[in-house]
């Protein structure tokens, strides 16, 4: 049925489970497009602060840890942040880099 009706109206429907392949939580997992509210590892506050400035995603500050520089977190935490960051978004933690 559900076919028919993605058929008849030539929508493509996608939700958190389906379809069952490539469905929204498996595009985020298979992505890693994690929100920053995921971090564990930030207060409410900053996390606040990083939206505030248009930074969403955790890849986004993996990619650029001048974004936890920017809302005023010190260096020995940005390590922490990043870690946990990176092994959301199954990145590999560069230990020479930090």
Not at 10 to 22: A, I, M, Q, V
Request: aromatic fraction near 4%.
């Amino acid at each position: 049925m559900v076919n028919s009706l993605r058929n008849c109206a030539g929508l493509n429907l996608l939700g958190w489970d389906f379809p069952e392949k490539d469905s929204l939580k498996e595009q985020i997992d298979t992505l890693g497009l994690y929100p920053v509210t995921c971090l564990t590892t930030l207060t409410k506050i900053e996390k606040q602060q990083l939206l505030e400035n248009d930074i969403v995603l955790c890849k986004e500050i993996c990619d650029n840890e001048n974004h936890l520089n920017t809302i005023g977190i010190e260096s020995p935490r940005i390590k922490s942040i990043l870690e946990e960051g990176r092994q959301l978004c199954n990145q590999l933690i560069d230990n020479g880099k930090h």
